[in-house]
């Protein structure tokens, strides 16, 4: 399963989370520190692919 990336705007701090990929379509993850979802947003993981290719050089 995927690693996504998560954020807490209420404790600020950021936290990943192993999940099913139709568990982060449906909402987010519980932050680990206040357990509440309704501060916690999604992030861009790492794991997102990166499409465009920039050409170095010539
Ligand atoms: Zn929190």
Redesign the pocket.
């Known amino acids: 399963m995927p690693v996504y990336e998560f954020f ?1 705007r ?2 600020q ?1 950021p936290f990943t989370e192993v999940m099913h990929v139709a568990e982060h379509e449906a909402g987010v993850a519980e ?1 680990p ?2 357990h ?1 979802k309704a ?1 916690v947003e999604k992030r861009l993981s790492t794991f997102t692919a990166v499409t465009s290719r920039k050409s170095a050089g010539l």
Do not use: L, P, V, W
């Open positions: 807490c209420k404790c701090k932050c520190e206040c509440s501060d």
